[in-house]
């Protein structure tokens, strides 16, 4: 079963792991419906692969794009046209693409938190309660 590999987080990243259900035409990565451009619209009446359950196009039949590769196009298309119209997680990927690139900040991953547990035996790290993982 693929999984969803969206990187959630600002400061400390971590794949979102929910269930992929279409591949994105533009990275070629698995995607659940809620990073999907479009959510369940950008899939609709589409069939999914037989074996896998995956909904796969053609850029040229119904481009299916996920979240991330959709703020990068439209950032692109507003230095071009120089309009801004984001909805909430367009302007999140936006922004942290664009803080990422203007900075020389690179996000922590969950490989850290092992390399840390590596180090102290003692880490732990709940991801809901404001820990390690939660950014």
């Known amino acids: 079963m693929k999984r969803c590999k969206t990187q959630l987080g600002y400061f400390v990243l971590k794949e979102c792991g929910a269930v992929a259900v279409a591949q ?11 990073h999907l451009h479009g959510e369940l619209e950008a899939i609709k009446g589409l069939e999914p692969d ?5 909904v796969k196009t053609k850029p040229e039949e119904r481009e299916i ?19 801004t119209n984001y909805d909430d997680w367009l ?4 922004m942290r693409d664009s803080f990422y690139s203007q900075s020389h900040f690179r996000p922590f991953s969950h490989q850290d938190s092992s ?18 993982l939660d950014s």
């Open 24 to 34: 994105c035409n533009s990275c070629k990565g698995y995607f659940c419906i809620k």
């Open 50 to 54: 037989k074996e896998t359950g995956i």
């Open 65 to 83: 794009l996920c979240v991330e590769c959709f703020a990068k196009r439209q950032k692109a298309k507003e230095v071009a046209t120089s309009t």
């Open 91 to 94: 302007w999140y990927f936006v």
């Open 115 to 132: 390399r840390m547990k590596e180090k102290n035996e003692e880490f732990t790290d709940e991801t809901s309660d404001g820990g390690f």
